[in-house]
């Protein structure tokens, strides 16, 4: 069984400040983790991927991720947030041939000017 | 770079109505997914494909619901009878040979049910 808990639903930060967005993840095997965004009326865009290879995964547009199996914990930062990373996102577990993917419940990422 | 294809971008029916989504899979995939998001709400999976079979379906893919691969491109989702609760964006997913090989997801088709 797998799960993911996306803690906040909603985010708010200023343009320039540290985003961090907290997801914990639940898995019976060696997890496969993903972050994807999200803007409004659009797709799913994958930010990045844990795969059991580096702890500190690298992504798009300046984001990155921590895997700590110590803490279960995946989560996403960002050093300055810029007005264009407002959107939704989504932490999610599994997503590989072997099993669905799980999804956590989002967080919304607001950046004030 | 390879990507998985949906088709239409938009689709609106009446409520009672089949619609017919489908999904153009990476070519040398062979594992299929098929996802939904009802507005504002978190992606759930609906039911996993692989070797022509369903491999796990999820309580939401009830029978008004099938899924299909016609021929070796496509990746349909059917639904028979459409409820209004039915109006969601659907995304399908391909996935690789090999036990970890990650999935892709298409765009989405956004289903409108009148």
């Known amino acids: 069984a797998q799960s993911v808990t996306q803690l906040g639903s909603h985010v708010s930060v200023s343009e320039g400040a540290l985003v961090l967005l907290r997801c914990n993840y639940s898995s019976s095997v060696p997890p496969y983790l993903f972050w994807y965004v999200q803007y409004p009326n659009q797709g799913l865009q994958l930010l990045l991927k844990?795969?059991?290879?580096?702890?500190l995964v690298k992504g798009i547009n300046g984001f990155e991720a921590e895997f700590k199996k110590s803490e279960t914990s995946f989560h996403l930062t960002k050093p300055s947030a810029h007005m264009s990373d407002a959107a939704e996102y989504f932490c999610?577990?599994?997503?590989?041939?072997?099993?669905?993917?799980?999804f956590g419940d989002g967080t919304t990422l607001t950046v004030k000017p | 770079e390879p990507e998985v294809t949906q088709t239409p971008s938009h689709q609106v029916t009446q409520m009672g109505q089949e619609v017919i989504l489908r999904c153009v899979p990476i070519s040398n995939h062979l594992y299929f997914y098929w996802y939904r998001q009802i507005l504002g709400q978190k992606v759930e999976f609906l039911v996993s494909f692989y070797n022509n079979e369903i491999s796990e379906k999820s309580e939401i893919f009830d029978d008004q619901f099938s899924v299909e691969r016609p021929d070796g491109s496509n990746f349909t989702l059917k639904i028979r009878s459409t409820k209004l609760e039915d109006s969601a964006m659907y995304f399908c997913?391909?996935?690789?040979?090999?036990?970890?090989?990650?999935?892709?997801f298409g765009p989405g088709t956004r289903l409108t049910v009148l």
């Open positions: 999610a577990v599994g997503g590989t041939n072997a099993g669905k993917s799980t």
């Open positions: 997913a391909s996935s690789g040979q090999g036990l970890r090989n990650e999935q892709f």
């Open positions: 844990y795969t059991s290879a580096a702890t």
